[in-house]
Every structure is written in C-alpha cells, then in structure tokens.
Antibody, heavy 118, light 107 residues
Framework: EVQLVESGGGLVQPGGSLRLSCAAS????????MHWVRQAPGKGLVWVSR????????GYADSVKGRFTISRDNAKNTLYLQMNSLRAEDTAVYYC???????????WGQGTLVTVSS | ETVLTQSPATLSLSPGERATLSCRAS??????LAWYQQKPGQAPRLLIY???NRAPGIPARFSGSGSGTDFTLTISSLEPEDFAVYYC?????????FGQGTRLEIK
C-alpha cells in the first residue's frame, strides 16, 4: 500500500525555522517527482515546491522562493522541506504528494500543521 | 500565473441528483486539468486527470470533460459520501495552480 507520512510540524515564532519530513512506504520515491502543497486553515490548496526524481531540479512558488528548500534522500525514501524565515502567512497544513507522471498528485500524506505565531 | 475559477462556490443538492461543477482557466491549459475531492480533516483525493480520465478506484459516476479553458466535473447520481469540497488543478503552465474549490453540500 502506498503511504506518505509527514512529520515535523508545530508552533514556531515568526522568523524561525522548521524542517518537515515525508516518509514514503509501499513505493520507491526515486522513481517519482515529489511535491509539497499547503492549505491555510479554511482555505484552498496552494502548490509550494517540487523536486525531480534524482533531486537535480527543484521549483518553488514565488511566495516561498529563497526561504524554503526542498530535498530528498532516496536511500531513506524520504522527502524534506526546510522552511526558514517563517511568516504568519506560512501557517498551514503541509501535504507531501506524489506526482503521478501526469503532473497531478495521485497519493497524498495526511498533512502536518505548521503554525507561525508569537 | 494561470488562475482557475470554480463555480459555483457552493452547490446544494440532494442524494440521487446530478451535480455539475465548473472550472474555468484564465488561459488555455490544453487537457492538463485534474479534479480532487477533499473531505473535512482529510487529504485531497485524485478523481480525474487529464480532464477526462478517472483515477484508479474512482466510481464511474464521476466524469470529467473539457479542454482549453472550460472544464466540467459531473457526478451523475450523488451518493451521501460525495458531499465534500472539490478542487480543479492545472499543470500546463508554470506554476501549478488550483481553483478555490466548490463545496458540495446536502440540500
């Protein structure tokens, strides 16, 4: 069974940092592009970042560029999101998602909540 | 970026009725449009990809159509478990964008 499990969320002060992890099981992430998508409380879905299969290419939404870094450890079957200089507007549930080869997301984690507040 | 506008914002229907949800793109996305269902407290679930292809395990009552800028998700006969929020998503143009969602509620 394909499963994605995020961890690392929590309460952080503005300007602080967090590192999210997404542990995959039931498939090998080295065969897939992977993404982070976030959802602010009561709001819609917003794409955050993506990384290609071997980690050589990454992409970011303008709102997080220069502050967030996506990475992967294929040996550990795990995806990461390093979030620095956090702002209140970064408060959201962060989902990792598998790219289905069609540019859409066929598997999602359960999400991890990041709250940025003093 | 490509803006996806979903309508209506809320749709109130009864089980057994037909639901028609719309997604309009600010520029052509060809057929690179997907639909997701999200229930409270859950992650989104992929329903339709490339405008009209059902994802594995998705019931046949869900269908998608359209190309270019206008797309439709149709649920032919609503089941109780279909009441949720639905999002469209395009991957044709950078960056990936989602619509704001349509809430399908029980009338």
């Amino acid at each position: 069974e394909v499963q994605l499990v995020e961890s690392g969320g929590g309460l952080v002060q503005p300007g602080g940092s967090l590192r999210l992890s997404c542990a995959a099981s039931g498939f090998t992430i080295s065969s897939y592009w992977m993404h982070w998508v976030r959802q602010a409380p009561g709001k819609g879905l917003v794409w955050v970042s993506r990384i290609n299969s071997d980690g050589s290419s990454t992409g970011y939404a303008d709102s997080v560029k220069g502050r967030f870094t996506i990475s992967r450890d294929n040996a550990k079957n795990t995806l990461y999101l390093q979030m620095n200089s956090l702002r209140a507007e970064d408060t959201a549930v962060y989902y990792c998602a598998r790219d289905s080869y069609s540019g859409c997301y066929d598997s999602w984690g359960q999400g991890t909540l990041v709250t940025v507040s003093s | 970026e490509t803006v996806l506008t979903q309508s209506p914002a809320t749709l109130s229907l009864s089980p057994g009725e037909r639901a028609t949800l719309s997604c309009r793109a600010s520029q052509s996305v060809s057929s690179y449009l997907a639909w997701y269902q999200q229930k409270p407290g859950q992650a989104p679930r992929l329903l339709i990809y490339d405008a009209s292809n059902r994802a594995p395990g998705i019931p046949a009552r869900f269908s998608g159509s359209g190309s270019g800028t206008d797309f439709t998700l149709t649920i032919s006969s609503l089941e109780p478990e279909d009441f949720a929020v639905y999002y469209c998503q395009q991957r044709s143009n950078w960056p990936v964008t989602f619509g704001q969602g349509t809430r399908l509620e029980i009338k």
